[in-house]
């Protein structure tokens, strides 16, 4: 029996995916096989050995030590693209929100309340204070055309507007379905240079923290747009800020709101409401359940962002697998047989053969987990 531990709620059609012969699941669970989590923080969570496999129902992996998890043989599972159409609907009303000054004019009006039949008159005379640009024909950058930018790119460019996007890492199935008129930029200083409205979709790393900064912004068109619906430390709030007093920036708009932009005129602060749809819950944790089953049971890795991938088929008598270092792979794969399939990412690789192995292979030096698949 496997048990699945779920540190929050996972939609039922993701748990359900579990063949309750093969599998329990739950909120208690000790010494899990694998662990199911969207938001809740595993940095001070002492995993059990048993624990193979995290699969994190979202796409960002903040919340888990991915290299601790790598250096002990788990594999930690992402669900890109499950909940890109939620995001992509919330970053096209955070543009119109920050273009027409939508929440500043709804909490305006509140201030009327009592004032009877002066009320038309006041609506009219105080209005013009909350005009603001229609988003058609203006042009917006996109920083980072994954399954997430690319959907903002393509609903952007239907509602009129030019589209100017950045992604060293680009896909070549997301470049190929590309309009002809999207520009494809390799400088990334390009966007801030040419853009109205710019919106951020990569993760947050040593490389891309403070991706938006007083150096970046001043590239800028005065009255930038900045959308922030990816992590906060993508953006530095002090020099955002700096941005928003000076006129260089006309509004910023964040998913995830802290102490020092929270009531910040120009700031429209949302409490994390990227994901939370119904229907992008639901595909975050069905995909979820799908990657921990295909792993537990065939030892399929997909959509990994601590180890590389490998597509396998169905386990036919018995299956070694072994997650190991890189520079163990010539040893690991002597023992296996020639039959054996490697793959590497980064210091990580993993080699899989259908035999049994176990004992042979936990020898080897540079060896972090072997498990035998029957």
Not at 60 to 89: H, L, Y
Not at 123 to 151: C, D, H, N, R, Y
Not at 255 to 284: K, M, Q, R, W, Y
Not at 300 to 315: C, F
């Amino acid at each position: 029996m496997y048990n699945i531990l779920t540190l929050n709620k996972i939609a039922a059609c993701g748990t359900d995916k579990f063949d309750k012969n093969l599998y329990a699941y739950g909120e208690e669970m000790a010494n899990p096989t694998a662990i199911m989590v969207r938001s809740a923080s595993m940095h001070e969570m002492e995993l059990s050995p048993e624990t193979i496999a995290i699969a994190r129902a979202g796409a960002g992996t903040n919340n888990i030590p991915v290299e601790a998890c790598a250096e002990n043989g788990v594999v930690v599972f992402n669900t890109p693209g499950a909940n890109a159409n939620a995001v992509k609907e919330l970053v096209i009303c955070g543009m119109l929100m920050a273009s027409r000054r939508v929440t500043a004019a709804l909490d305006w009006c509140k201030t009327l309340k009592g004032e009877g039949d002066a009320v038309g008159k006041l609506v009219e005379k105080g209005k013009s204070q909350f005009a603001g640009p229609e988003i058609m024909g203006k042009t917006l950058g996109v920083i980072g055309m994954g399954a997430i930018g690319f959907k903002v790119a393509q609903a952007a460019e239907a509602l009129g507007m030019k589209i100017v996007g950045y992604d060293p890492y680009i896909s070549e199935g997301i470049k190929s379905a590309m309009s002809a008129d999207m520009v494809l930029v390799d400088d990334i200083n390009e966007i801030f240079k040419l853009s109205d409205y710019i919106t951020i979709h990569v993760p947050l790393t040593d490389s891309t923290k403070n991706t938006v900064n007083k150096d970046t912004l001043a590239l800028c068109k005065d009255g930038v747009r900045i959308l922030n619906f990816a992590r906060g430390g993508l953006v530095n709030n002090d020099d955002l800020k700096a941005g928003l007093e000076s006129g260089k920036v006309a509004a910023y708009v964040t998913d995830f709101p802290s102490d020092d932009v929270i009531g910040v005129d120009g700031v429209i602060a949302i409490p994390h409401l990227g994901a939370s749809t119904p229907e992008s819950e639901d595909n975050c944790a069905m995909m979820a359940a799908d990657e921990l089953i295909a792993y537990i049971e065939k030892g399929e890795i997909v959509n990994s962002v601590n180890m590389p991938a490998m597509k396998l088929e169905a386990v036919n008598g018995a299956r070694t697998c072994v997650i190991h270092k890189a520079d163990a792979t010539d040893a690991v794969a002597a023992v296996l047989g020639a039959d054996a399939k490697t793959a590497t990412r980064g210091a990580y690789a993993y080699t899989v053969a259908d035999v049994d192995a176990l004992a042979a292979v936990e020898a080897i030096d540079g060896v972090i987990r072997v498990r035998v698949i029957k």
